[in-house]
């Protein structure tokens, strides 16, 4: 299906020391990326640029200035593909002063594959990708997570975590008295034997997506709300794995608002994803033990449909001001 709108992030920022001036060059032209304390941050709302058009000195800079790492296997790829790195003769006028270069047989992902591989301190590279169609038909949502070491790129889509899910549900023999009333097995151990919905699956990626985006506004220093200020503290003082399995307590709180505000959210034209989720993610108050409503579930939803309105109207603004 043509016109999906694809969101890609990734964690946790790359060290800038660790990039050579080439691949700064390629992955800031094919994603948007911002620059933080901890590093390069990779992410983009519109999907990857393929083929990207980049002004023909700043790529012959940045081959010469990468030239020294031998191991970059982007600088064999420019070399051996784009004959504008060849000099001009002398004297004549460059007619052509930006090139176009086609990843097509080097997608991103190999290049930041190389960065991590260079690396004495960034191990891995998570990235979390998010596509839709803008009727927000069910079957056309799908999301993929990939895993880049310095060994190999894993990759996986959402149809093959759901299909991997099914295989599992069928070996499973089933339960002669721990069904609970919503389908699922209840738990004999922690969560050890729960079984998660499509919908709590689907609910945890976006949810894990908007937590992600907030936090690399608030590294850039972009204006976020206090909650969010607030929620960076615990991720700092908690770490990455602890605030991932905080998204498993919101998961419940995200659905259970979603229900009050579906008629709402239909009425409006407000979508679960892309507006929803990150206002229900920017109201969560945070502390020490994690994210809470902050209050009674009525002034929780309202404090939600508040900030999708605030949101989309800070959407049309911006789009006002463009030329």
């Not at 998570?126 to 169609?133: A, D, E, L």
């Not at 069904?179 to 949810?207: H, M, N, Q, W």
């Amino acid at each position: 299906m043509t016109n999906l709108e694809t969101r890609i992030i990734t964690h946790p920022p790359i060290p800038l020391a660790d990039i050579t001036p080439l691949e700064m060059l390629i992955l800031t032209n094919v994603l948007e990326c911002s620059e933080a304390e901890a590093g390069l941050v990779l992410f983009t709302d519109f999907g990857p640029t393929n083929p990207i058009n980049v002004k023909r000195h700043e790529l012959i800079e940045a081959f010469r200035a990468s030239a020294p790492h031998v191991d970059s296997a982007i600088n064999t790829f420019i070399a051996s593909r784009i004959i504008a790195l060849l000099p001009a003769p002398s004297g004549e006028v460059d007619a052509e002063p930006t090139v176009d270069i086609d990843l097509s047989e080097f997608p991103w992902q190999f290049v930041v594959q190389r960065i991590v591989a260079r690396s004495r301190s960034l191990h891995e590279v998570v990235v979390i990708q998010w596509m839709n169609h803008p009727s927000q038909r069910p079957e056309t949502f799908g999301a993929s997570v990939s895993l880049i070491t310095a060994k190999a790129i894993h990759h996986a889509t959402s149809e093959d975590l759901l299909a991997r899910f099914r295989r599992q549900d069928q070996a499973i023999e089933p339960p002669t008295s721990s069904l609970v009333l919503d389908g699922s097995i209840a738990p004999t151990g922690g969560d050890a034997g729960r079984l998660f919905k499509v919908t709590e699956v689907e609910a945890t990626l976006c949810i894990w997506e908007a937590m992600l985006y907030f936090r690399g506004l608030h590294e850039d220093r972009r204006p976020v709300s206090d909650n969010i200020v607030e929620m960076s503290k615990v991720w700092d003082a908690a770490g990455w794995q602890s605030m991932r399995s905080r998204v498993a307590e919101i998961v419940p709180i995200a659905l259970d608002v979603y229900v009050v505000l579906s008629d709402v959210l239909e009425r409006d034209g407000f979508t679960f994803d892309f507006d929803f989720v990150p206002a229900m993610v920017e109201t969560l108050v945070w502390s020490a033990t994690g994210p809470s409503r902050g209050g009674e579930p009525a002034a929780f939803a309202d404090q939600v449909i508040a900030a999708m309105k605030r949101r989309r109207q800070d959407v049309i603004a911006r789009t006002r001001r463009r030329p």
